[in-house]
């Protein structure tokens, strides 16, 4: 059993920067992927971030492309997200997870992308304009 902890949240003005920070209790085979996730009041959770432990590929989505950068320290199990440019419309909870790095059909093409297993209790993030 992986378990997640997330740390960094907070509230921002519009184009302003946070670093949220997250690790993990420990490393199994089937945590061979961390990444971010976020939910907003009335909305599907999405997608944020991503990255494999051992190749350090990454998966970011259109939506942050360009403003947000995943990281990670394998040393220390951890796995960071800088935020920049925030925008009110980022405001959400933002999940730490980890998985396994699968092929999925995104989109007409094969992609490498983190299938979450397990899940941190989220951070808040609040961005205003």
């Known amino acids: 059993q992986v378990q997640l902890m997330e740390s960094g949240g907070g509230s921002v003005q519009a184009g302003g920067s946070l670093r949220l920070s997250c690790v993990a209790s420990?490393?199994?085979?089937?945590?061979?992927?961390k990444g971010w996730s976020r939910q907003a009041p009335g909305k599907e959770r999405e997608g944020v971030a991503s990255?494999?432990?051992?190749?350090?590929?990454?998966y970011v989505a259109d939506s942050v492309e360009g403003r947000f950068t995943i990281s990670q320290d394998n040393a220390k199990n951890t796995v960071d997200l800088q935020m920049n440019d925030l925008k009110p419309e980022d405001t959400a909870m933002y999940y730490c997870?980890?998985?396994?790095?699968?092929?999925?059909?995104?989109?007409?093409?094969?992609?490498?992308?983190?299938?979450?297993?397990?899940w941190g209790q989220g951070t808040q993030v609040t961005v205003s304009s």
């Open positions: 997870a980890a998985g396994l790095w699968v092929l999925k059909m995104v989109s007409g093409s094969w992609r490498r992308r983190c299938e979450y297993k397990y």
């Open positions: 420990t490393w199994t085979s089937s945590s061979s992927c």
């Open positions: 990255i494999h432990w051992e190749s350090g590929s990454t």
